[in-house]
Every structure is written in C-alpha cells, then in structure tokens.
C-alpha cells in the first residue's frame, strides 16, 4: 500500500508539473505579470517529485513520509486542476475574453498566488519531514552502542556485561568476538580468555581451559618459546607439568593481580553462580561478558538495576543488546558513601537500624543511596535486599507488594496464585524476613505517616538488618531515625565537584563539546 501510495503521488505531480512547465502556462504568467509564482510553483513541484522517488527507492515506510504524500498528492490534484482550466481557456479562440475584466484577471492572479501558497506550505512540510526523519535516525543510531566502548568505559571495579538477542548465539558470537579480537590487539588488558559450555559445567575443565589461555599469553608477550617449538607446544608441556593445586594457585594468582577479560558463553544461571566467584574485583577494570540467548539470563547476570542497550552490529535482520551496570552517577560524593557504608556496617546487638539521609531536592540522595544498595561489599552482610521509590498517590498495598516480590518472588507468586491484600503481603513478609538478614531502602518518604504505616506492616526483624530511608524534610528523618548518630544530612556539592557533574551530565552526555569552544 505504501509504495502504491508513492506511485500515484508520483504519477499526479508528474502530470501537475508536465502542466506547470508548458508554454501556456508561461504564457499566463507572463501576461498576468506572476511569473515569479509560476517559476517558484514550478521548481517547488519538481523538488517534490525528487523527494518521492527518493523515498520510493528506499522503501521509506516513515509514517510522517506518508502523511506527507497525501498532502503532495492533494496539492498536485488542485494545480492540475488549476492549470488544466487555464489551458481550456487559453485553448479557444477568444483566448483573451475572459481577462479583458479587471475582476477576471483579478481571479485568475488570486488562484496563482493561492497555488502558490499551498505549494510553499506542503514545501516546508517537506523540509520540516526531512529533518524530523534525520532526526529520528540519528536518535535511533545513537541510543545503540558499541561493545569495545562498554568494555572500556567506567571506572576500575569489575564489570559485567551480557550479550542477548533475537539472532540466535552466532550472531552474538560475531559481535563479541570483533570487540574481543580489537581489545586483545591493543593489549587493553593483560589477560584474555574465552569458555563456552558445551555440556554439564566441570569447574576443573573450567580451569584447565582459562589458564591454559593465560600460559598462552605469556608465553606470546615474553617469547619464551624454545627453538623450533611452537606456543602451543609449550602451553601444552607447562599445563603436563603443573600439579593440580599449583594450577589452582596460578589461577588466583594471575586473577587477582591482573586485569582480565573473560568470555563465557552459553551459561545457564546455575552455572554463573558458580562461576562469578571465581573472579575477584581486583579494582583493575577487569570485564567480564556473558553470552545467552534469554534475556531473563541476561536480567540475572547483570543484576536488577542494570541498563539495556542495543549493539551495534551490521545485520538488520535482529536485534542485538547488552545488560550492564553502568558506571556510577555520583559525582563528589566519595566521603558520603564511606560515611553511609559505615553506618550499614556498624554492629547493634539490641535492633535494627534505620538510617535517614535528608536533604533539599536534586542533592543526589536517591542516586547515592541507590549506588550504595548495590555495593559489593555488602553482599556478605545481608542475605535479602529490597529498594522501594515511595509513589504518589501513596498506596500501602503496591509498597508492600514490590518488597516481597523483591525479597522472595515465589512468595508473592507469578501466576494465577498471586497474593493480594495488605494483611495476605504482611503475612507473607513475616516469614520472609524471618530470622533474615535484610537491606531493605525506602527512596522519597514525604510524610510521617508514610513511614508509621510502612514500619507497622513489617515484621519485627534481626538486629542485623538495616533499612535506609531518603526524605527532604527533618522531620520525617527523626521520626525515622530515633538516633542522632543515624541521621544523615546531605550537603550541597562543592564548586569543583558541581563543576564536574554539569561537565559530566550536561556537556559530555549531550555532546556539547562543541558550545564549551564558544565560551
């Protein structure tokens, strides 16, 4: 229908301009002294019919494109019209009759220059189209991202990323492959291994393999490779000759003291559980990616606040994306998140505690604390770990509903079965957080009687757990808060700091290096 559609909007401004160019027409124009309205009409159709076979040759089905072809294809009906009458006119032998009266030739100049209007008005649409397309693709092109820049980017803690899509694992394999093959030429890091799974997980297969790549490299860089040997030779003689524990000892040693990228493909989360706690954070931007066909997969890996991105990649045949966390937004805030941790961290034998950073809007105390709830380090501290925004309206139900589908989703249930009510998601949270050690945050409380409801509806919990509560109002925090010590006010960035988050937020994420130059 569209390229039908584009066809007849050609074939009408074919006819409407073959009658804008004929010599009646010129001849109109000139004797009524609107030549300009007829060169202008002119020029303007033929641009048009440019713009329709450029879109019929590239299958644009843009939704804008076809508004538009309607509206050239309903201007070029009228000048046709206009200018197939003037030519019936012109065509009789008492051409000139009909202008001998000024109102005559007032209504023929009046219907020029209103062709002309109209022309001009669809004209801007068509330019205004034109951008809005351009537009629309250069959004679409920059939200995707490319593989080696997510690799690269963020600061020195380890980064997951995972690979999934609709194209199947060898699409997958391709992107990751080119990004792995790039990184490992420029040496971005100083290990490189690369696993799939090819049947039940063997964690000594595992090891063999990985630090069987690891000798590899080494022995590449430092050319220890005798006379007429070849690497492979040697990596297979070192891996004869290495006891078991000692290959386990290499393996740490190598992993905790040098930056790796690692590939692993085809896990299944049983798998990556497993795995993950082979690689320590070393703090030297150490990266693993993950390949998986389910995004559910890919959910679990990445970690419930991860980010989703589509890859670049050439085929337009599916899509390719990547789940990652993304490098941390706080900006100056490193002796606020040392504070806080410490405060998590501290021991209290007699309840749990609830810590309250307030603050002035747009301080940053949700992204704070929302970096803080994802720390590594406190993964060892709490067995279960719930983050709640408080919506308006407030509505107990939906608050109580996310935390225990956060702490135990099979609690909740998915299906059919699904509890509801408050008193159902009170007694369900009960025994969740039974003798459980919890985070639990509460983002944006705004009253007192938020918080009162909140807390009454939770069970009493461990001494270990901790809940952290953000608000704007000192109030609420002492009423949360009934410590002094756990009360945290959040300041005002300084200059220098204020000056990297706008470069950070503002210059960088819109590109506006550019209007920096201007200043």
């Given at each position: 229908m569209e390229t039908t559609g584009l066809s007849v909007g050609k074939s009408v401004l074919n006819g409407a301009l073959s009658y804008a160019k004929s010599a009646i027409a010129q001849e109109v124009a000139l004797q009524l002294g609107v030549q300009r309205d007829q060169a202008f009409t002119r020029d303007e159709l033929e641009m048009m019919l440019s713009f329709l076979m450029a879109a019929h040759e590239e299958r644009d089905n843009h939704k804008v494109v076809k508004t538009w072809v309607?509206?050239?294809?309903?201007?070029?009906?009228?000048?046709?019209?206009?200018?197939?009458?003037?030519?019936?006119?012109?065509?009789?032998?008492?051409?000139?009759?009909f202008l001998r009266t000024l109102v005559d030739r007032h209504r023929v100049v009046t219907r020029m220059k209103e062709l002309r209007a109209k022309v001009e008005d669809v004209s801007q649409r068509r330019i205004a189209t034109m951008f809005g397309i351009e537009e629309a693709r250069r959004q679409k092109d920059k939200a995707k991202v490319d593989l080696s820049q997510l690799i690269n980017e963020g600061n020195q803690d380890l980064r997951v990323i995972v690979v999934w899509g609709t194209g199947g694992v060898l699409g997958q394999t391709v992107v990751i492959k080119a990004a792995y093959d790039n990184l490992k030429r420029s040496k971005m890091f100083e290990l490189y291994a690369w696993f799939r799974i090819v049947h039940t997980f063997n964690p000594l297969e595992f090891l063999q393999c990985i630090m069987r790549q690891f000798y590899q490299i080494s022995f590449e860089e430092t050319g220890e490779t005798q006379e007429k040997t070849s690497i492979g030779a040697q990596v297979f003689k070192k891996m004869g000759i290495t006891k078991q524990d000692d290959l386990v000892d290499a393996f740490s040693e190598h992993v905790n003291e040098k930056s790796y990228l690692i590939v692993l493909c085809d896990l299944s989360i049983e798998e990556w559980d497993v795995i993950t706690g082979y690689f320590p954070d070393n703090k030297k931007g150490s990266r693993i990616i993950v390949s998986t066909e389910h995004g559910e997969v890919a959910s679990l890996c990445a970690g419930q606040e991860s980010t989703v991105s589509e890859l670049n990649q050439s085929s337009v045949d599916h899509s390719i994306f990547a789940s990652y966390n993304k490098e941390s937004q706080v900006v100056g805030r490193e002796k606020e998140k040392i504070d806080l941790i410490n405060l998590i961290s501290k021991q209290d034998d007699q309840q749990p505690i609830v810590i309250s950073v307030w603050g002035m809007g747009g301080l940053g105390k949700t992204t704070l604390v929302k970096e803080i709830y994802q720390r590594q380090e406190l993964g060892g501290l709490f067995e279960k770990r719930a983050c709640v925004t408080i919506m308006r309206p407030f509505v107990l139900q939906e608050i109580l509903e996310s935390l225990a589908m956060q702490l135990d989703a099979d609690s909740v249930g998915l299906g059919t079965q699904k509890v509801t009510g408050t008193e159902a998601l009170i007694e369900v949270l009960d025994k969740v957080l039974a003798r459980k050690r919890c985070l639990i945050v509460l983002d944006d409380l705004s009253s007192i009687r938020e918080w009162d409801m909140i807390i009454q509806s939770l069970p009493k919990m461990e001494s270990a757990c901790r809940i952290i509560i953000t608000t704007r109002e000192e109030n609420i925090a002492r009423r949360c808060s009934q410590k002094p010590e756990n009360i945290y006010k959040l300041k005002v960035l300084e200059d220098s700091d204020a000056l990297d988050l706008l470069t950070k937020k503002v210059l960088i994420q819109n590109n506006l290096a550019a209007f920096v130059q201007l200043l």
């Open positions: 309607k509206q050239v294809r309903d201007v070029a009906y009228d000048v046709e019209d206009c200018l197939q009458d003037l030519a019936v006119r012109l065509g009789k032998p008492s051409r000139w009759c």
